[in-house]
């Protein structure tokens, strides 16, 4: 990364994009410390799509449909990415499994979002298995991508209680609004300051290695808090 010039991010999505948007809206506001360069989908025409091409933020469309592999979607994939250079990878939603081959092509540079709180519910409908689990407490994990789906290192989580009343939807919106919309920019964020790096499968903080994930709201003092 070169410190003179805010760090180069692409987005990975599939779908709505809240949390691309709450990526853009904090590169807007000069909180990212990361320029986005470029937003990939793998289906066509979804909201995401839109809000990028809103930003001025060029797009393409590779649609895993096209291709005839795992492995041949990946190779395109990887070097449509790795054509602009970026510092850094966000899956935002990205609702593709990806082989270990591109994984290690990025490795280190690549985070992902899970709505639940890692190493809790891997996978799928995990605002479901939160509730029938009846679980006290749930939210959102930002991690390392590495060749274990969901197990990658974490590095920030933030929770929220859950209430009796809550459904399925009630607790993803709370999840989404409350914590993923919150989470991502702080941690791309730490990224693009070269705080926050994967060595040896371990993720770093500054000089400490996380051994738990951060956790939100975050406590952390920074240059930017007004001095007493
Ligand atoms: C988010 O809940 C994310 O954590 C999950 O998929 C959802 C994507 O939503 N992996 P959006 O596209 O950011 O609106």
């Keep these: 990364m070169n410190p003179s010039q805010p760090a180069r991010l692409v987005v990975l999505i599939s779908g709505t994009g809240r949390n691309l948007?709450?990526?853009?809206?904090?590169?807007?506001?000069?909180?990212?410390h990361a320029r986005i360069v470029l937003v990939i989908s793998n289906r066509p025409g979804v909201q995401g799509l839109a809000r990028a091409e809103a930003a001025g933020i060029a797009t393409q469309t590779?649609?895993?449909?096209?291709?005839?592999?795992?492995?041949?979607?990946d190779q395109v994939l990887g070097d449509a990415i790795a054509a602009v250079e970026p510092d850094i990878v966000a899956l935002a939603g990205f609702m593709?499994?990806?082989t270990a081959e591109f994984?290690?092509?990025?490795?280190?540079?690549?985070?992902?979002?899970?709505?639940?709180?890692?190493?809790?519910?891997?996978?799928?409908?995990?605002?479901?298995r939160a509730l029938e689990a009846a679980d006290h407490w749930h939210g959102a994990s930002?991690?390392?991508?590495?060749?274990?789906?969901?197990?990658?290192?974490?590095?920030?989580?933030?929770?929220?209680?859950?209430e009796p009343t809550?459904?399925?939807?009630?607790?993803?919106?709370r999840v989404m609004e409350n914590v993923e919309l919150q989470i991502y920019p702080a941690a791309v964020r730490w990224m693009a300051d070269?705080?926050?790096?994967?060595?040896?499968?371990?993720?770093?903080l500054d000089d400490t290695q996380l051994q738990t994930p951060a956790l939100w709201p975050l406590e952390e003092s920074t240059e930017d808090s007004p001095t007493p």
Excluded: C
Excluded at 103 to 128: A, C, D, V, W
Excluded at 194 to 204: E, K
């Design 21 to 32: 948007q709450a990526l853009i809206d904090a590169a807007e506001r000069d909180d990212l």
């Design 62 to 73: 590779i649609d895993h449909r096209d291709y005839p592999t795992r492995e041949a979607f």
């Design 96 to 98: 593709r499994i990806l």
């Design 103 to 128: 994984i290690r092509r990025f490795e280190g540079r690549m985070l992902n979002i899970h709505p639940s709180l890692l190493p809790k519910y891997r996978g799928l409908q995990t605002h479901r």
């Design 142 to 162: 930002i991690h390392f991508v590495t060749e274990e789906l969901d197990g990658g290192p974490v590095v920030l989580q933030g929770r929220i209680a859950v």
């Design 166 to 173: 809550d459904t399925e939807e009630t607790l993803a919106r």
């Design 194 to 204: 070269g705080r926050l790096r994967l060595r040896d499968h371990v993720a770093w």
